[in-house]
């Protein structure tokens, strides 16, 4: 698959919002999405977001896209210590095979 | 709903062994199966995809003949690492997709070659 990159760690405090970063270099991508992975588990899906949009908003989790820089951020809303996870950036096109970026480790401290 | 279980979920065996790895969609029927591979504190890495009733397709630098791929019904895929060794300990993740999107994971397994 085509590069993936982002941030690997990001220090929230509880409460503060927290916003990870990805970019990605496929143009052809129709499907970005982000993965939750808590420690030694496998990966929850939490949102994703077709090409075409440039926001989607779930409850606590908005992502932005910005299609013409190849940039892909989720904010979540009021962290809690439930979201320290490590957060997967990841992008496919109608093949629907995921290439992921290295993971974002986000640590919420009280 | 959504639930991809993977057995087992720890694996040690013995260099030269092969080792088999199932991936179910519990409540679901996956046209689609993929599997990864995830070193530690490392992304997913896809291996392989797996389509019911049809051979696998690898990712460039995947040995089909090291890794084989069995994809016998809607509901079930495995993955037989043959003649294990050291370099192939990783933790084995498999996903199964239906008619949508989205994208289910299993709770990987952790395979350890001594």
């Known amino acids: 698959g085509e590069d993936v990159e982002q941030s690997l760690f990001l220090s929230v405090r509880e409460g503060d919002s927290s916003v990870i970063n990805c970019t990605y270099t496929d143009s052809s991508s129709t499907y970005l999405y982000w993965y939750k992975q808590e420690p030694g588990a496998g990966l929850q899906l939490l949102t994703y977001?077709?090409?075409?949009?440039d926001m989607k908003q779930d409850q606590r989790l908005t992502v932005l896209l910005n299609k013409k820089d190849k940039h892909l951020s989720l904010r979540i809303a009021d962290t809690q210590t439930g979201d320290s996870a490590i957060y997967f950036c990841a992008e496919s096109t109608d093949d629907y095979k995921l290439s992921f970026g290295a993971g974002t480790t986000v640590t919420v401290r009280a | 709903g959504a639930v991809v279980s993977q057995h087992p979920s720890w694996v040690i065996c013995k260099s030269g062994t092969s080792v088999k790895i199932e991936c179910r969609s519990l409540d679901f029927q996956a046209t689609t199966m993929f599997w990864y591979r995830q070193f530690p504190k490392q992304s997913l890495m896809l291996m392989a995809t797996?389509?019911?009733?049809?051979?696998?397709?690898?990712e460039q630098g995947v040995e089909k003949d090291k890794f084989l791929i069995n994809h016998a019904s809607l509901t079930l895929s495995t993955l037989t690492v043959t003649s294990a060794h050291p370099e192939d300990s990783s933790f084995y993740i498999c996903?199964?997709?239906?008619?949508?999107?989205?994208?289910?994971f299993g709770p990987g397994t952790r395979l350890t070659v001594t």
């Open positions: 797996s389509n019911e009733g049809s051979k696998a397709t690898y």
């Open positions: 977001i077709f090409s075409n949009m």
């Open positions: 996903s199964a997709r239906d008619l949508t999107v989205e994208q289910y």
